[in-house]
């Protein structure tokens, strides 16, 4: 009889055992869905990942004051993530945005960006504030709302530089992307040149537009 009762707790206590040591899972947060969303397209939210491919964009934890420079380290905060805006933007398309991406001295020398990445950010009000203060300006900006994940669109380029965004819903973006470059360049050791222009997009209309930046 003791065998037979022994029989049914021993393993009982074993399962409860194993059970509750076991870790549970924590619960999926929106910015774990977008990170994921952009990981399978080859992109690393790691914070070295963001510093090498220098695109404040992404980054998270946007700062809800306004525009200025703060005082405490010096970045210019963001403006509130306009949500609305976003929501009115196409959700998919049909148009192609293909090109290739290098950088040039003006003497038709040129390096290409090979399997670089490169995305495409939609034209609003907080892209706009990117663009200007950080592209054009060159000032550091304050992490941005992960919400803006939902709507950038990446790609990366070949060996030769050509790259290639399909699906494009119709409207304006930024199109980004970096290019490394050392000696060939004229710098000791490689150094990432960030390259932005402006594409817009209508239908199924295919878009060539080279990305091409200064060499120096």
Avoid: H
């Avoid at 090498?52 to 004051?65: F, G, K, R, V």
């Avoid at 990366?156 to 290019?179: H, K, R, T, W």
């Amino acid at each position: 009889m003791k065998r037979r009762i022994l029989s049914v707790i021993v393993p009982l206590l074993t399962l409860w055992f194993m059970t509750g040591c076991v870790e549970r899972g924590l619960p999926t947060l929106p910015g774990d869905r977008i990170s994921s969303a952009a990981q399978s397209a080859g992109w690393s939210s790691s914070e070295e990942d963001a510093e090498n491919i220098d695109i404040s964009d992404i980054d998270q934890n946007l700062s809800e004051s306004a525009a200025v420079i703060r005082p405490e380290d010096g970045k210019v905060a963001r403006i509130p993530f306009p949500a609305n805006e976003y929501a009115r933007l196409a959700k998919s398309g049909k148009g192609t945005v293909k090109g290739r991406i290098y950088v040039t001295d003006g003497y038709d020398r040129k390096v290409y960006g090979k399997s670089t990445r490169l995305y495409l950010n939609p034209k609003t009000s907080y892209s706009d504030q990117w663009y200007r203060e950080s592209y054009i300006g060159g000032r550091k900006m304050a992490k941005a709302d992960d919400r803006l994940f939902n709507y950038l669109r990446f790609t990366s380029s070949d060996d030769q530089g050509n790259f290639a965004f399909y699906g494009v819903p119709s409207g304006e973006y930024y199109l980004i992307g970096m290019v490394k470059c050392g000696e060939e360049c004229g710098y000791e050791s490689p150094k990432s040149i960030r390259i932005a222009t402006k594409v817009t997009v209508r239908g199924n209309q295919v878009v060539e537009k080279d990305l091409v930046g200064p060499m120096y």
